[in-house]
Every structure is written in structure tokens, then in C-alpha cells.
């Protein structure tokens, strides 16, 4: 039987309830520690291309897939911490951990690479958790009692996939063959009772963060996972501009080829860059990290209007 | 069709052989792909197996028509039904049918589900009528409850019914469970 609209809501309402109090803890929390909150467009006229993520297209503009450039320019402009709360799109991502608009954290600051990122989500996530009257860091997530204690245990793609699937991608990059045995065998192999920080991810898949000095074979891009659930996404974030308009030109080729979209290059964003400090950042999903608290089996249950129900 | 198009009981041909889509599991690792797990019942023999697809790939959806067909008669393990307006005739596999074997009437109208020349389903009318040819005159003996006692209808069905039918009696079935719904007529 079909629920109505008022009895959904009526049945959302404690963990819409909860999904508030996590967005105050988390102001609290930014604000103890001398961030300013910022608020960026949704609507662009260029956006970071990505091979995997397809935008919405607004006019001949872009909804935000994430803040992440207007952030960055913020702090070429000598902004040095700040965090957004921001609705971010993207199409055709829909399923149990995914609705096409979501609600993306980002945070920013200058001076750190994604090392003390990490030690920061940690610090959030089990703040979060005391606020929410979690007792000694310990919670349960889809009948699975989870050890939040700093620090998580942090592992490489490298050993992750070679304990898991018997194959470096780092060695042998092949990121098709990355994508579905990250899911099939990577992800399921996870300590279960624990977070999971993945960290150095093939050069390949940097995205917009720095080649690790000393090994440009790995990028310094961190992954986090609790309960299953795919978190939270941090960089030392690249800084060399020759280097991330390079990578902008061949995503922007590629998805040419296999979208055929047409997508600009960000020139506002490449400018800023040249003036952009040594700065690590992360974008965490909200959706999740409330489904999380609120041992929400679906998407669904923590938002008030999916993209069937809007 | 593209996977990405894919939803639950989407019918789909992989490797010849015709599968109902049970369940579809969305994930997307990292900046990665979109990756589809599919949980695939094979429409034939009721097998279940998990497939892994990502984004890009496509999947053939299978063509399903509806046919309006006429049950004519049972042939040892296979019901034979007829097309109404090609008059072409179908056989239909016991197993196929499950417990809707139990409310075929000679000459009763149904919607078969086609894939190609293979019928893949049979929808009845979610209830019938059925003349009671047998049943309990005593309710002391073989009943469920006091209330109830089992009876048998001209289809050969054995059903539970009140106590206060008689043979001859047409009662209404529910033919998704199989359970007496109510008196229809008395029988003279």
C-alpha cells in the first residue's frame, strides 16, 4: 500500500529532528575552531569537470556537483578556514546511499594536508556523537555495534586491494577494474566494527589532489567509511595549476567522448589557483553521515522529499 | 536499454535466457563509476543469480506483449490455451502457472504475458467463481476450526470453507492465496 504524504513525514519527523541538531553540532563545532561559514553559488557557469559525475545543466550554466571551486577561490583570496553546507546535484545518482540532490559539508584550510584533515573528521564525527549522547564513542549502524575511538585505522588502496582482491592498482592502474572490485570485494572486506580511512589513491584518480611528494605514483586523497557507508572524501589539495588544468583538459575530452557534453574549463577557478596556499579539505555527505546517526537503513528516511516524492 | 535505466522487475534477456530484475543495487565509489548489482530471477526455472553492471553498459530489455487468450483444456503437465483473436493455440508449463493451475475453467478468458512465441505468465481475475462438488455434511471431522471444513470445488481445488456450504453452492475465491471469499449462490 502507497503511504501518504502527511504519514511519511510523521514517520521522518525524529530523524529530521536529529538531521537539525547534527547541523548545529557541526556549526558548534566550526565555529569553536575559528571557521567562518560561507555560501557559494549553486549555479554556475563552469564547474569542475569529472569523468564520473554528470551535471544538471541550468540554462547554459551548471548546478554545483560541490563548492569545492568557489571554496578553493575563497582561499587564494586568503581565506583561511572556512566550511558550507551546500545542495549539490547529480544526475542519474540514485539508489539506497544516493538522491540526485544531496546535501555536501565542505571544509577548507590553509596550511593542512590531508593527514590532519583526516585527524579533523575524526575529531567532528566523534564531537557529533557525544553531542548526540553516544556513549564512549560507541554507536550501532544496521545491527552493527561500531568503535568510533580516535584514531581510525588508516590503510593504503595499495595493501587495501591487495589483501582483498589480490591486485595493486597502483602497480597495474586500471580504474574500470578498480570500480567494481572496490565494490564487490574492497568495501565488503572492511574491518566491520571499525572506520575505515582509505588513503593514496592511484596517481590516475587524483582528481584535485596533490601527487604525494616522494611517490608520484599515489595522489594524497583520503576515503572514509563507517558502517559501509562511503563518507567522507579528502585531499592535500593540488596547488599547481599547469598541472590541474592538464587534468581538467583531459576530463573535459573525455567526457566529450563519452557524454558528449561540452564542458568549459573553469579559467576563474585555474586563475585563482596560481594564488591558492598549501591547503587540505574534505567533502563529507550529510545525507550519510545523518543516516549513520540515525541508523537509517535508506536515504530516504533523512530527507523530507526525495526525488520521487519533490 | 542503458543500465542506468534499469528498475525493479524490469524484464531483461542476458545470455538468451528471459529474467525479471528483483532487486537493483546502486553504488558509486569515490569519483568512480556507478556500479548496478542486480538481483536476477530467471523467469523459467525460478533460479535467482547476481550480476554486476556499470554505468555505460547496456542491458536488453526483453519485448513482453499481453495476449488475450481462452483456456481450453489440460494436457497431462501442460495447460493449453488460445489466442482469441489468431486462434493460435499455447501450451503453458505446470510449474508456470503455480497455484493458478487450481482456477482454470474450460473456456475462461485470461491476459497472457508473451515473450515472443513463449508465454511467460498467466493473470487470472483476482477472484472466481467456482461450483462446490464436494464437501463435508458433518463438521465434526478434518476441520480447521469448528467454523470451518474443507471442501472441493469443480476445478478440483480443495479450499476451506464455512460450515454452512453446501455441494452445489458457487462461491468467490481469491485466486492469489487460494481462500474462500464468500457465498455466491446456493445450489438448488
Known amino acids: 500500500m502507497v ?29 569553536e575552531r575559528d571557521f567562518l561559514e560561507v555560501d557559494t553559488p549553486i549555479r554556475s557557469p563552469a564547474i569542475a569537470p569529472e569523468e564520473f559525475i554528470t ?112 591486485w595493486d592498482p597502483v602497480a597495474e592502474p586500471d580504474s574500470l577494474r578498480f570500480d567494481t572490485e572496490f565494490v564487490t570485494k574492497v568495501l565488503p572486506a572492511f574491518t566491520p566494527e571499525r572506520p575505515t580511512v582509505l588513503i593514496d589513491y592511484p596517481a590516475s584518480m587524483a582528481s584535485l589532489a596533490r601527487l604525494k611528494p616522494g611517490n608520484p605514483l599515489v595522489a594524497e586523497r583520503a576515503e572514509v567509511f563507517i558502517g559501509g557507508l562511503e563518507l567522507a572524501n579528502a585531499y592535500s589539495e593540488l596547488t599547481d595549476v599547469k598541472e590541474q588544468e592538464q587534468r581538467f583538459r583531459e576530463a573535459i575530452e573525455e567526457i566529450q567522448k563519452e557524454r558528449g557534453q561540452t564542458m568549459p574549463m573553469p579559467q576563474k577557478f585555474l586563475q585563482a589557483l596560481l594564488r591558492l596556499p598549501e591547503c587540505g579539505g574534505v567533502a563529507l555527505g550529510i545525507d550519510r553521515l545523518v543516516m549513520l546517526f540515525c541508523n537509517a537503513d535508506s536515504i530516504d528516511d533523512v530527507m523530507a522529499f526525495t526525488e520521487e516524492e519533490a | 536499454m542503458e543500465i542506468e535505466d534499469v528498475k525493479k522487475n524490469t524484464k531483461i534477456i542476458v545470455d538468451g535466457v528471459l529474467y525479471n530484475i528483483e532487486e537493483v543495487d546502486f553504488t558509486k565509489p569515490g569519483k568512480g563509476r556507478s556500479i548496478y548489482r542486480l538481483r536476477l530471477k530467471n523467469m523459467r526455472d ?143
Open chain 1, 3 to 31: 503511504e501518504d504524504e502527511p504519514q511519511r513525514l510523521a514517520r521522518r519527523k525524529a530523524n529530521l529532528r536529529r538531521r537539525a541538531f547534527i547541523y548545529e553540532y557541526i556549526r558548534d563545532f566550526f565555529k
Open chain 1, 55 to 166: 551535471p544538471f545543466e541550468s540554462e547554459d550554466w551548471f548546478l554545483a556537483a560541490s563548492p569545492e571551486l568557489y571554496m578553493k577561490r575563497l582561499l587564494a583570496a586568503g581565506y583561511e578556514k572556512i566550511f558550507q553546507f551546500s545542495h549539490s546535484f547529480r544526475k542519474g545518482e540514485r539508489g539506497r546511499w544516493h538522491n540526485p540532490e544531496f546535501t555536501m559539508l565542505e571544509w577548507y584550510r590553509t596550511g593542512a594536508d590531508y593527514s590532519q584533515i583526516i585527524s579533523e573528521i575524526e575529531d567532528l564525527i566523534t564531537a557529533i556523537a557525544g553531542r548526540l549522547g553516544f556513549k564512549n564513542n560507541k554507536i550501532e549502524y544496521q545491527h552493527q555495534a561500531i568503535d568510533l575511538k580516535k584514531p581510525w585505522p588508516r590503510m593504503t588502496v595499495r595493501d587495501a586491494f591487495l589483501k582483498a582482491a589480490a
Open chain 2, 46 to 188: 525460478g533460479g535467482v543469480v547476481d550480476r554486476t553492471y556499470r554505468s555505460g553498459e547496456r542491458v536488453d530489455e526483453a519485448r513482453l506483449d499481453t495476449e488475450d487468450e481462452q483456456y481450453l483444456y489440460r494436457e497431462g503437465d501442460n495447460y493449453i490455451f488460445m489466442d482469441t483473436r489468431t486462434f493460435e493455440q499455447h501450451s503453458v508449463p505446470e510449474k508456470l502457472l503455480g497455484i493458478k493451475k487450481n482456477f482454470l475453467k474450460e473456456g475462461m478468458e485470461v491476459v497472457m504475458l508473451m515473450h515472443g512465441d513463449e508465454p511467460i505468465d498467466v493473470n487470472l481475475p483476482i477472484t472466481i467463481d467456482l461450483k462446490v462438488i464436494e464437501t463435508e455434511v458433518s463438521t465434526k471431522t478434518a476441520t480447521i476450526t469448528p467454523q470451518m471444513k474443507s471442501s472441493v470445488v469443480e476445478t478440483g481445488f480443495r479450499v476451506d470453507t464455512p460450515s454452512f456450504i453446501k455441494m452445489g453452492d458457487v462461491i468467490k475465491i481469491d485466486t492469489r492465496t487460494g481462500t474462500y471469499i464468500e457465498r455466491v449462490s446456493t445450489g438448488k
